[in-house]
């Protein structure tokens, strides 16, 4: 945001739901210019942006991650102090479109589960800046997984993969959702590897409610899947491995290749979770084969007139 006639000395930014049934604060900021601080209530998230001192603003930039909701309306609401003048709650702007990715990380640990991965990265927090992010969560009947994955698929053919296996080390038995970057956009596939002497092979578990999309070298996919299908059962604990590889796209078959990162424990879908991997943090697995789950990031900008 800038205004080259009005400069400001103290803030408070927030974004507040437009419906009129909460007074929280919607969504957290993601990142901010070096004259703003973030505001927060202790372990919350950094809901809302204030001045660090007084002097005069003239520019200021932020990016706001949505709430992980069906449905967004919110406006961006401020208090503003220039000179001794005071502006008390301002709508500056609403109806924002906001993209689904990438995925929100609002609420991992406790409304859903959330795994990040970086293969060079020391640390990573950001959906957008990893590898590879997956969430998921059981839907309020606990039949159905509600899944969104994405991460570095740089070109048409490449993709990325969750499996749940209950071996310890290696992939055999598992069932593995893929993510595979097409032309356009993406696609979901699922596979099960009964041996590792053979390839996985594809079937027609149900797949509903995909969504898709391409951002730069990331692809993201959303689907919801059964947790019970014959042969497979993803309510018991069973181990995650976190993949990437190459897909023939006319086949649709999937090459494996390692290295394969694993958790280091079963997890039990129905638990929410908030694992952060690393290349130093997760277990790397054995090759078995040559062969083969966010906010949503919306920048607000704010130009006051004079």
Not at 8 to 24: K, P, Q
Not at 39 to 49: D, F, K, S, V, Y
Not at 234 to 255: D, H, K, M, V
Request: hydrophobic residues 40%; negative net charge; proline residues 6%.
């Amino acid at each position: 945001m800038s205004s080259p006639n009005v400069a400001v000395n103290a803030l408070i930014l927030v974004f507040r739901s437009t419906a009129g049934d909460t007074d929280e604060p919607q969504g957290y900021f993601d990142q901010w210019s070096d004259s703003l601080r973030a505001l927060q209530c202790e372990g919350g998230p950094p809901n809302a942006l204030t001045n660090k001192d007084l002097s005069g603003k003239q520019e200021l930039w932020f990016s706001w991650m949505p709430p992980d909701l069906p449905d967004i309306d919110v406006a961006l609401k401020g208090t503003f102090v220039v000179n001794n003048e005071y502006w008390y709650h301002l709508e500056i702007a609403s109806g924002f479109q906001v993209d689904e990715f990438p995925v929100s990380m609002e609420g991992c640990g406790q409304a859903k589960s959330c795994v990040t991965l970086s293969r060079t990265r020391t640390k990573c927090d950001k959906a957008s800046r990893c590898d590879l992010t997956v969430t998921y969560s059981l839907s309020p009947d606990n039949r159905t997984l509600e899944v969104t994955m994405g991460g570095v698929a740089s070109m048409a053919g490449r993709y990325l993969a969750i499996a749940f296996t209950n071996d310890t080390d290696t992939l055999k038995g598992s069932s593995i959702f893929a993510c595979i970057r097409t032309e356009r956009l993406a696609e979901v596939r699922h596979f099960t590897l009964n041996d590792e002497k053979i390839l996985p092979v594809q079937t027609n578990q149900v797949l509903e409610n995909t969504l898709f999309e391409q951002d730069g070298e990331r692809v993201w996919c959303r689907f919801e899947t059964p947790v019970r299908s014959p042969g497979v059962d993803l309510t018991l604990p069973l181990y995650q491995y976190y993949f990437w590889g190459q897909a023939n796209l006319t086949s649709g078959q999937i090459e494996m290749s390692p290295p394969f990162k694993m958790s280091k424990d079963a997890i039990q879908v129905g638990v929410a979770q908030h694992s952060r991997l690393t290349s130093a943090s997760s277990r790397e697995s054995a090759p078995v084969l040559a062969v083969l789950a966010a906010g949503l990031l919306a920048a607000a900008l704010l130009r006051p007139t004079s």
